[in-house]
């Protein structure tokens, strides 16, 4: 099974930060940051837009979509941008795909 690093971003993935990993404000430098174990990364204020609706239930078109009727902007420019994006940390182990719940 391919671990956090080896996930493909799609149109139908359903991204989510990795429980090692948390989005927060940091009050003191006034920015966002990415808190992982011995890494931070601040990504800039489009990607906090993406990242707090990356939530594990909203699929990456789900996202597009209303970042595309909140802008006013072509879906499909939008949703080139969020994959390649949400790829991009992936690739860096800053992102996952949420898993099927199983009963």
């Known amino acids: 099974m391919a671990?956090?690093?080896h996930?493909?971003?799609s149109e139908a993935s359903r991204p989510v930060l990795p429980r090692h990993a948390k989005l927060k404000y940091d009050e003191t430098r006034k920015v966002w940051?990415?808190?992982a174990p011995e890494r931070?990364?601040?990504p800039d204020e489009i990607a906090v837009e993406v990242l707090q609706l990356c939530?594990?239930?909203r699929s990456v078109g789900d996202v597009s979509d209303q970042l595309a009727a909140?802008?006013?902007a072509p879906r499909e420019a939008i949703l080139t941008d969020v994959i390649a994006m949400l790829q991009d940390l992936a690739d860096k182990g800053f992102l996952t795909e949420a898993r099927e719940k199983t009963s």
């Open 55 to 57: 939530n594990g239930e």
């Open 3 to 5: 671990g956090p690093r």
């Open 33 to 35: 940051v990415i808190l």
């Open 40 to 42: 931070v990364l601040a």
């Open 70 to 72: 909140k802008y006013a």
């Open 7 to 9: 996930i493909s971003v």
